[in-house]
């Protein structure tokens, strides 16, 4: 079983699309661990998103993801990763395909209302960010 790291993005979260992002994602047989609200601070989006510190938007995308609230979920299933990347679909809504979340519900290639780790070992990396080991549930 393999587990993805999910955030609800503040874009989504200012427009009520929690629910309804998580939701698509139960459909599709992924299974919701962990689940919780939270303000990201500086340090934690610039961990986060460490590997793009060198990039020129990284400042601007530390700015937004503090901006608001977000919603931080760890869903599992077989083969997790690439699921949740299908349903969310590409990272520039434009260019997304129809039917996904960020082609539904995405604005720009910033605030496309999700993030989801990308492979095995950024999830495992992501996952232990915002959640402790004894967060995890498996019900």
Do not use: W
């Amino acid at each position: 079983m393999e587990r993805s790291l999910v955030l609800i993005k503040p874009d989504a979260m200012e427009r009520g699309l929690g629910g309804i992002i998580i939701g698509r994602l139960q459909q599709q047989g992924l299974k919701l661990l962990a689940m919780k609200m939270l303000h990201m601070d500086k340090g934690l989006a610039e961990r986060h998103y460490a590997i793009h510190k060198d990039k020129p938007f990284f400042n601007s995308l530390v700015e937004y993801i503090t901006s608001t609230p977000i919603i931080a979920c760890v869903f599992e299933a077989e083969g997790a990763i690439d699921l949740i990347r299908q349903v969310m679909g590409a990272t520039d809504p434009a260019r997304a395909e129809t039917g996904t979340v960020r082609a539904d519900f995405g604005l720009d290639i910033q605030r496309n209302a999700t993030h989801a780790s990308d492979s095995v070992e950024n999830a495992h990396k992501e996952i232990e960010l915002f959640f402790t080991a004894d967060e995890i549930f498996d019900c």
